[in-house]
Structure formats: structure tokens, C-alpha cells
């Protein structure tokens, strides 16, 4: 442990040693510290008579990001979070890890504003975005913060990618409204391994124009390209371009937004020994009403989007959930098997979440979402969507509802299309605030519903639901009561396309689903200050395949969780 010692003295003096020598420079620590402790049973049909298999564990771990921050003026920053990490169970530190989990430096001269290292990046819904998973929107609190969790272990911050490489923006100012800026960044996904495979780099930008506050105009270029020498095996280029425009104007008391983006993506790829090549390229267009009625505190919208079946932009098309990745909690079963995701993975297993851009498009159930598995971007549809919901407005109400009808561009597996419709919403009712009164009491209620069609010959039908319910009510000063309830169905038919290097589909295997799922949580949260927080709950996860006799698989687990922030 001495050595391990070491390197944290060693850190922390030499911060010390610049923040109290220097004159100029700044000096700061924040961080955060998380203790998760969990106490697992694993049981129903599937299992009961197996005794082979492991049906009750604690498992846990305690962790502190200690981050560093230095300002030397405006011209220099630098922060980096070092992490420790010791998983429950463990004594004297026998099995702690060190490590720096981010490290960036950036700055401001005279007007250029860079980054460098590990860099957030994100533009727009079909370049560079992290898109977030399908849900009613509505979930519970309880649900909510134990996503949170993971969002914060796998670096999701909103839509952005969390690469590492250099940034920098700079703006120039034509008059009292109007200006243009421009951004680039350059990242490297994949390095050499100095024989066949080459470096693979991540470079794009925007530039903006601003005609008044009303009226802006961007143009969007992100390139994913192989650096070539002469041992290399494949050369491997992908190019996204797309123009946006975005437009607001008052009408009276109202506010009219237009916003649109247009472009293509190009994709080649050649092997080089043989000098085989694979290229192709396809197109994205979008458009997008919003109307906000001031005086009812309400907004409507209208989007059109059609996305070619062969665009491909791998920075706006990869996923932050991967369905092929393997719960740890519960993980093996009978038979050398391995147990299959539930809906409870999606926001309780770190292990499913994905922090890295693919090249090619990742697999998906489409049982749990069909219509845009890769967002908006997800490529060969055609996707009508009205919407309607409260504004910022109204601080006892939010409520929505959306309505999505699309069908593919070109058929998938038969020349017929598939039809996709879904309609989600809910409402997040704040008694407290409707009461008048200072503590938090609130009722959410939520539904997705989604059904996928297609007739002809290779007839399919897939339908999902999804609800949510929850409440949360301050007790006691500081103390809430948190509950909530999910219910997941699927059933029907579907293909599975079988995608190649190119992301060409080459097969396709069929399968039919038939399954619900029930989750419900319930606990309690002590609020010690607005940065710290200590929560207990019970949750428990049904499901049965109803494809398959005595299938039901039960998870329940007692979660404990402390999370202080400085």
C-alpha cells in the first residue's frame, strides 16, 4: 500500500506546491464519492430446481474522483479526476485500483477558445450525437437516479461523445446581431498496432452563421478516416455533410421556430491487398415546426425526416446501450449459459452501456424500440411526428404527448415496407408546487406504445409497451419517499438483419416474442444537504417468456447507495 500512498501524496502535494507558491495561478478540488452496497436474490421457475447455479450475493463497491483544477489565467486551465476504487468485501485496500479517469487542458487567446485531451463533442442529430434510449419520458425519480448512476460511469453527459483528441472555436462579430462562428475538432478513435491495422482519426467541425437572433445558418462536416502507410491492410473513410437552418419569429404573443437539416454521407472502403473497394453514399433530410402558444402555456409540433437506407454516420448512429453485452449481476445459469438482458439492465447494469463510437451499425432489439433504435439518424425511414406539451411555464403540470408514423424507404427482407407507429406521454403532476406549498410531492404517470407492421408475403408484427408510475413525497424534513413501477410487453414477429463489415445486410434469422416484464422499487432518500444523499430500496424484476414453460426469472435487491459531491 505504500507505493499506492505515494501516488496520491504525490499528486495532492504537487497541487498544493502550485497553488501556494505561485502568485497568479488558481488552485481548486472538487469531486465526488459514491458507496454502493447491494444484497441480490435470484429465483422463479427457470431457476428453483437448479442447484447449480449462484441465487444470492452482496456484491457492492466504494469509490472517491478526486478532481483537480488549475487556472493559471485565462489563457491556460487544466483539470484531471483521480479515481479510487475498492470493491465491497475487500480489506487493507487489497484490491483498490488507481487510476486518472479524464484529463484535459484548454484556455482562451485572444478570442480562440481551445480544449485539448479528453473532449466533449457533439452537433447535430445526424453528425456527432449520443441519443438517448427510448422511454415514456415520464419515469420515476427512484428509476431516474439509478440511471443517473450509470450515465455518470460510462461519461454520458446529455448528447455528447466524450473523446479524447483537440478543439477549438472562434467567432467574429459583423454587427449588433449577426456573426460567425467556427468549430473543429480532430480525435483519434483507433491506434496503429504498427503492421496492417493504421490509425483511425475523428475530425469535423461547424461553422454558423448568425443573420440576426432570428435567422441562423450552419454547415456540418464529420470525417471518421484511416491514416494510410504503406503496411496497411484497408482503408477505411466515412464523410458526413449537412447544412441546418434555424429560424424563429414572434407572432404576437406566440413564437414560430422553424429549424431544418439537409445533407449526405459518403462511405468507402478498400482492402487493400486485393485493391477491392466498397463504397456508397445516401442522403438525410429534415424538418421541424414548433408553435408556441404563450397564453395557454402550451407547444405544438410537426417533424418530417427521411433518412436514406444506406446513410451512414457512425458518430451519430452508435449506441450508448448494447444488447449483446452480459449483466454481471446473476450472469451465468445452467448449462454453461449466460442470462439474457431484461429491461432492468437498461438502467441498473454498467456493463450494458456503451462509450465509444462504432464504425458500423451495433445490434438492436427491436422489440424494445423499433422505429429509431439509433435515433434519429437511424437510416432506411420515413417518420412523420406530431407533438403537444406544457411549456416551461407551468410549474405544477408537465405533460406531453407524441405521435410518430413512419414506414421503412426501401424493404428489408421483401420488397413490401414496414409501417411503424408510436405514440408516447405522459405527466409529471407537482403537488407541492399546486398546493403552494415548500415540499416535494409529486405523481408521474407514463406509456409508450409501439407497433410495427408489414404485410405481403414475409408477413410481420411486432408490438411493445411500456408504462410507467411513480411518486415522491418529502415525509419528513429532508426524508422522501421514493416508489416506482414499470411495466415492459412485447409480442409477434420480427427478422434480425445480419450485417457484414460494410454494414451490407447479407442474412436475415426470424424469431418470435412473447414476454412481459413487471419492475417495481420502493424506498426511502435522506437528503443531508443539496450535494449529498443517502438512499435505501427494494426492487424487484419479473419476467416470463411466455414462448417457453416455467421461463419466470425473479431479481429482487436491496440497494443501498451514499453519493456526496464537494
Known sequence: MNYKKSIILSALSLGFTIGVNAQGPQYSLNGLGRSIITDNDLSGASVDNDETIQKANISGYNLFDLQTNLDLD????????????????????????????????????????????????????????????????????????????????????????????????????????????????TTRLASTNELGNPDRLLSGGRIEYALDENIKLGLNDVGMYDIQTGSTEYDYTNNV??????????????????????????????????????????????????????????????????VGASFMSPTAQSRRYSPTATPMLFENLAGEATRSQLYYDQFTSEEVYNNSISPTLMAYNQFYNAISPYGEATPNRFVIDLSVATDTSNKALDAGLNINYGSEVIGQGGKDLRTFMVIDGGTNLHLGNLMNVDRLIDVNLGARYENMSRGGSAELALTNMLVDFGISGEILKRVDLLAGLKFYSAVGNEFIAVRDGFNLVTNFIEYDVDMNELIYSAGLRFRFSKTQSFNVNYNMASFTNNLVTDSQMNISQLFFNYTGKF
Open 74 to 185: 485565462s489563457t491556460f486551465n487544466a483539470k484531471a479526476i483521480f479515481r479510487t476504487r475498492s470493491p465491497f468485501g475487500t480489506s487493507f485496500g487489497s484490491q483498490t485500483n488507481f487510476e486518472f479517469r479524464l484529463f484535459s487542458m484548454g484556455g482562451n487567446v485572444n478570442g480562440l477558445k481551445y480544449q485539448l485531451g479528453d473532449i466533449r463533442v457533439e452537433l447535430t442529430p445526424y453528425t456527432v450525437y449520443n441519443a438517448d434510449l427510448a422511454g415514456t419520458g415520464y419515469e420515476s425519480t427512484i428509476f431516474t437516479e439509478r440511471r443517473e448512476i450509470l450515465e455518470y460511469e460510462n461519461f454520458n453527459d446529455g448528447n455528447t461523445w466524450l473523446l479524447q483528441g483537440a478543439s477549438g472555436q472562434y467567432g467574429w462579430n459583423l454587427g449588433e446581431e449577426s456573426g460567425i462562428g467556427i468549430y473543429a475538432f
Open 241 to 306: 455533410i449537412t447544412g441546418d437552418l434555424g429560424y424563429t419569429r414572434l407572432l404576437g404573443d406566440n413564437q414560430f421556430k422553424l429549424n431544418a437539416e439537409f445533407g449526405g454521407s459518403w462511405f468507402s472502403y478498400t482492402y487493400n491487398p486485393t485493391d477491392t473497394n466498397q463504397s456508397y453514399s445516401d442522403m438525410v433530410v429534415d424538418f421541424d415546426v414548433d408553435y408556441n402558444l404563450k397564453n395557454s402555456g402550451l407547444d405544438l409540433g410537426l417533424g418530417v425526416r427521411m
